[in-house]
C-alpha cells in the first residue's frame, strides 16, 4: 500500500515514515504543501491513504484536502494537527478529512487510525486475499500457505517481497506491467536499478515455490507480470492430466490442449492393468496386454483438470 505523507516537521516526518515501513507501507513524504500537490496532481489515483499536517509551507493542509476533494478524489485522508479546538476539527471534518489525529500521539493510534481507514473507505480492502491455497493477510502483514489438511504454513517476506506480492494478489489474472509496479512499491525519489522489479520477482518465486506454490506468478514477456487465480496453470501442449478413473484398471478420460490455445477435448482411453501403453497416449505406441475393462457407464462424473 502507497501512503502520501505530508509533514513539514523532521523529526515527526522520520519518525512516521520509519515506523510505516516497518508496517510495510510504501511511503512518499513531502515536507510542504506545493510538493504535495505536485505528487497528487500527477499520481494521486496510485495512493491508497494520505496522512495531512494542517499547517504546512505553500500549501496548508486543510487547502490540499480542499482541491483534492474538488477533483472528486475519495483518497482517504488522515489530518494531523496542534489544533485540538472543537471548531478547528469540525473545520477539518468538514474540508473533506476522514479522520483527525491531535498532536502529540502515539504511533500505535496512527496506525490503528489508518488501518480503520481502510476498512470504513470506498477502496476497502479486504481482510484476507486469497488466490489457490495462498492466503495474504492485511491486517497481520502476514503470508501463509494453507495445505490440504488445513494447516498454515507461515512464509517469511521483506517488505519490499510483500508489498509485491499485495500488488500482484489485488489484481489476479491482469497484467500489471512494471512501471506499475515501479511507481507503487519505490518512493517517487528512490534510485532504483533498471531490473530491480524483475529481481524482486524472482526472490518472491524462489519463497513462494519453497512452500509448494509454484507457478502463480507469470512472467509476461517485454510488458509485466500477472498473478495466476488458479494455482499450477501454465502453457503447453499435450496430455494434460486426467478427469476421471474407472475400476482400478486404469480407464481415463484425458484433456488435450494444443499450443494454439483451442478448446479442451476429451478423449477416452482403454488401459491394462499391465501398465501398457495406449493409442492416442503422447508416446502414439500402440496398446498391448491384457484385454481392457469396458467402458465406464455414462453417470460417471468428469472431474475439470486444473491445467489448461
Not at 479522520?99 to 502529540?104: G, M, N, R, S, T
Request: net charge positive.
Amino acid at each position: 500500500m502507497r501512503v502520501l505523507l505530508v509533514e513539514d516537521e523532521p523529526d515527526l516526518g522520520k519518525a512516521i515514515d520509519r515506523t510505516l515501513k516497518q508496517e510495510k507501507y510504501t511511503v512518499d513524504w513531502a515536507q510542504d504543501g506545493r510538493e504535495a500537490w505536485e505528487y497528487l496532481e500527477s499520481q494521486w489515483m496510485e495512493y491508497t491513504l494520505a496522512i495531512f499536517d494542517w499547517l504546512l509551507p505553500g500549501i496548508s493542509g486543510l487547502e490540499l484536502l480542499q482541491r483534492l476533494r474538488a477533483k472528486n478524489s475519495a483518497l482517504p485522508v488522515l489530518m494531523l494537527t496542534a489544533k485540538d479546538r472543537m471548531e478547528d476539527k469540525v473545520a477539518g471534518l468538514d474540508a473533506g478529512a476522514d479522520d483527525y489525529l491531535v498532536k502529540p500521539f502515539g504511533m500505535a493510534e496512527l496506525l490503528a487510525r489508518l488501518r480503520a481507514l481502510q476498512r470504513r473507505s470506498p477502496q476497502i480492502i479486504p481482510q484476507q486475499i486469497q488466490v489457490g491455497n495462498l492466503i495474504l493477510d492485511c491486517g497481520s502483514r502476514t503470508v501463509f500457505m494453507r495445505d490440504r489438511g488445513g494447516k498454515n504454513q507461515n512464509i517469511s517476506l521483506t517488505n519490499k517481497e510483500f508489498q509485491l506480492l499485495e500488488y500482484l494478489m489485488k489484481h489476479p489474472n491482469q497484467i500489471i506491467t512494471t512501471d506499475q509496479i515501479r511507481n507503487q512499491l519505490w518512493e517517487a525519489n528512490a534510485d532504483t536499478f533498471s531490473n530491480v522489479v524483475a529481481a524482486q520477482a524472482r526472490l518472491l518465486r524462489r519463497k513462494l515455490e519453497s512452500v509448494g506454490c509454484a507457478n502463480l506468478i507469470e512472467t509476461v514477456h517485454g510488458v509485466g507480470y500477472r498473478m495466476r487465480k488458479e494455482e499450477g496453470e501454465r502453457r503447453g501442449e499435450g496430455v494434460r492430466g486426467c478427469w476421471a478413473s474407472f475400476s482400478g484398471f486404469g480407464w481415463f478420460q484425458v484433456a488435450r490442449r494444443g499450443r494454439s490455445g483451442g478448446g479442451l477435448q476429451a478423449s477416452r482411453l482403454t488401459a491394462t492393468a499391465t501398465g501398457a501403453r495406449y493409442p492416442g497416449s503422447p508416446s502414439g505406441a500402440s496398446r498391448v496386454g491384457r484385454r481392457a475393462p469396458p467402458a465406464p457407464p455414462a453417470s460417471v462424473p468428469a472431474v475439470a483438470p486444473a491445467w489448461r
